[in-house]
T-cell receptor, first 116, second 114 residues
Framework: KQEVTQIPAALSVPEGENLVLNCSFT??????LQWFRQDPGKGLTSLLL?????REQTSGRLNASLDKSSGRSTLYIAASQPGDSATYLCAVSFRNYGGSQGNLIFGKGTKLSVKP | NAGVTQTPKFRVLKTGQSMTLLCAQD?????MYWYRQDPGMGLRLIHYSVGEGTTAKGEVPDGYNVSRLKKQNFLLGLESAAPSQTSVYFC?????????????FGSGTRLTVV
């Protein structure tokens, strides 16, 4: 069964620090990987989408990398700010999941707190 | 604003009552999904649809039914609500089955069954 794991479950850093969030997945046969942000009591906001043929994507202070062979992705946040405090979710679209194609499987998230 | 709209945003049901959650998207996406989010469990797929008139079961379909009569709408029904269905429900849509161009999520429906 394909699974997505995010470590750590929670992270607290001082403002201005660069940080890395980790995501691992059990099957390298994927279509893509997407990073989301979720604020408390809110919906999911898409941050970055990496297709299986790509190695990384960048948006502002965010950079996401993908290594299919090792089943890993990292989300790098530069110069963190208190406004970055949220839960970050990694989701993988696997090529074959329980007989259905392309269903999105989520990790349980990393809760980030950036202290002023 | 273009995107996925869910109604209602909040609802409290008594055990045994029924209700329907509505999801509407205006991006002309073929694929639509219903997820539930529970503490410690992450998001899990309930049902999904690959096009108008088609639906399929996801990981946790028991106790739910769905319909996709129109391409832009995907309805999630609870026929007889149970406390175990207390959760936050998210609807999502995608352009293609493989998530090409990504997935777009609604803001969620917080459901409490007492």
């Amino acid at each position: 069964k394909q699974e997505v794991t995010q470590i750590p479950a929670a992270l607290s850093v001082p403002e201005g620090e660069n940080l890395v969030l980790n995501c691992s997945f059990t099957d390298s046969a994927i279509y893509n990987l997407q990073w989301f942000r979720q604020d408390p009591g809110k919906g999911l906001t898409s941050l970055l989408l990496i297709q299986s043929s790509q190695r990384e994507q960048t948006s502002g202070r965010l950079n996401a990398s993908l290594d299919k062979s090792s089943g890993r992705s990292t989300l790098y946040i530069a110069a963190s700010q208190p406004g970055d405090s949220a839960t970050y979710l990694c989701a993988v679209s696997f090529r074959n999941y329980g007989g259905s194609q392309g269903n999105l499987i989520f990790g349980k998230g990393t809760k980030l707190s950036v202290k002023p | 604003n273009a995107g996925v709209t869910q109604t209602p945003k909040f609802r409290v049901l008594k055990t045994g009552q029924s209700m329907t959650l509505l999801c509407a998207q205006d991006m002309n996406h073929e694929y639509m999904y219903w997820y539930r989010q529970d503490p410690g469990m992450g998001l899990r797929l309930i049902h999904y649809s690959v096009g108008e008139g088609t639906t399929a079961k996801g990981e946790v379909p028991d106790g739910y039914n769905v319909s996709r009569l129109k391409k832009q709408n995907f309805l999630l029904g609870l026929e007889s609500a149970a406390p175990s269905q207390t959760s936050v429900y998210f609807c999502a849509s995608s352009y293609r089955f493989d998530g090409y161009r990504g997935y777009t999520f609604g803001s969620g429906t917080r459901l409490t069954v007492v």
